[in-house]
């Protein structure tokens, strides 16, 4: 008789903890009605200012760009570097499936702190609106509005360091469709400080109608049930769209076809134990055929938001896996 096959990595029985509390929190805070208990994910969700006074070598701002639509971001700026050159810039999108997590939740602002210190980078953490109050394509607008605003306005505290020549965008699960989908978006503008040397997709957030063998297979994974990310998707797309919205399936019948248009070079994450994977190598896969510059890293241990957790081994794999994509891209 053959073994169930594992469906987790091992991992440290704080992370575990963490990721149980968490996916407990979202599961309730999902209504069926199709709305969100916020003040219920809030609870775990905590949230934290930002400080001018640097913590572990970053300080941080808040910077609105649309106040009508509380749409801001953090910027995350290293301080203890002996700077002789520039920085890359790069604009992140949150995860937590268009629907939960912001820029200044504690999380992601330990996360995006380290990103700035480690890599080093400038760091620009977009608070977009959430989903189901906000459907698409109000995150994608937002994305690009950010684009558009940093490309025409003197930002107070804006560091003189930062080189927007080399601007990456990047996101993790539901950001990292979302610096897809901007990417795609940037095409239609001309921008005269920012240009786009790179895309940083980790573990992006796709799927369809079909399901996958890695799906099929990984049921009771951490953090990721089919359950959730079809839960988040009806909550995003318009009414009455399915999961092969062009939006979601990108690559699929109903994609946007980017073989003529400009797209930057793209690193794709992917972790073994993340129901989402096959997805996401369709997604590394699609790009080449397209003839976009793409690398596929494949974490065998990693479950969906490994990158969260700095005790993980394959955190520094991943710090060093986008410093030397940054380098790479950066040189061009």
């Known amino acids: 008789m053959s073994a169930k096959p594992r469906t987790s990595p091992d991992l440290p029985w704080r992370t575990?903890?963490?990721?149980?509390?968490?996916?407990f929190a979202v599961d309730a805070s999902c209504r069926r009605n199709m709305t969100v208990n916020r003040f219920l994910f809030n609870l775990l969700d905590t949230k934290c200012s930002p400080s001018s006074k640097p913590i572990n070598g970053v300080k941080t701002s808040?910077?609105?760009?649309?106040?009508?639509?509380?749409?801001?971001f953090r910027l995350f700026t290293p301080t203890d570097l002996t700077l002789t050159a520039s920085l890359p810039v790069i604009v992140y999108f949150h995860g937590g499936?268009?629907?939960?997590?912001?820029?200044?939740?504690k999380g992601?602002?330990?996360?995006?702190?380290?990103?700035?210190?480690?890599?080093?980078?400038?760091?620009?953490?977009?608070?977009?609106?959430?989903?189901?109050?906000?459907?698409?394509p109000c995150q994608y607008e937002d994305g690009i509005d950010v684009l558009k605003f940093i490309d025409s306005?003197?930002?107070?505290?804006f560091p003189d360091f930062a080189d927007l020549k080399r601007c990456f965008l990047a996101g993790d699960s539901a950001g990292g469709n979302l610096a897809h989908n901007v990417a795609v978006l940037a095409n239609?503008?001309?921008?005269?400080?920012?240009?786009?040397?790179?895309?940083?997709a980790i573990q992006?957030?796709?799927?369809?109608?079909?399901?996958?063998?890695?799906?099929?297979?990984?049921?009771?994974?951490?953090?990721?049930?089919?359950?959730?990310?079809?839960?988040m998707w009806k909550a995003f797309l318009p009414e009455g769209s399915n999961r092969d919205h062009a939006v979601v399936n990108v690559f699929g019948s109903n994609g946007v076809d980017i073989s003529g248009v400009k797209f930057p070079a793209t690193l794709v994450i992917v972790g073994k134990f993340d129901p989402l994977q096959d997805w996401q190598k369709r997604y590394y896969e699609g790009l080449k055929k397209c003839g976009k510059e793409a690398y596929l890293i494949e974490y065998p241990n990693a479950c969906h938001g490994?990158?969260?957790?700095?005790?993980l081994k394959e955190f520094s794999l991943f710090i060093k896996e986008v410093k030397e994509f940054l380098q790479k891209q950066s040189s061009k």
């Open 16 to 23: 575990r903890l963490f990721i149980s509390a968490m996916s």
């Open 62 to 72: 808040d910077i609105t760009v649309d106040e009508s639509r509380d749409l801001w």
């Open 97 to 105: 499936g268009f629907v939960f997590m912001a820029a200044n939740s």
């Open 108 to 136: 992601f602002d330990d996360y995006c702190r380290k990103l700035a210190r480690e890599l080093p980078a400038v760091v620009i953490s977009v608070n977009y609106r959430l989903a189901p109050e906000h459907r698409y």
């Open 153 to 157: 306005t003197n930002i107070e505290g």
């Open 188 to 200: 239609e503008h001309s921008f005269n400080k920012v240009k786009l040397s790179g895309i940083i």
């Open 204 to 231: 992006p957030f796709f799927g369809g109608e079909e399901r996958t063998e890695s799906e099929t297979r990984l049921v009771g994974a951490p953090l990721v049930s089919m359950e959730r990310a079809d839960w």
């Open 306 to 311: 490994f990158y969260f957790f700095p005790e």
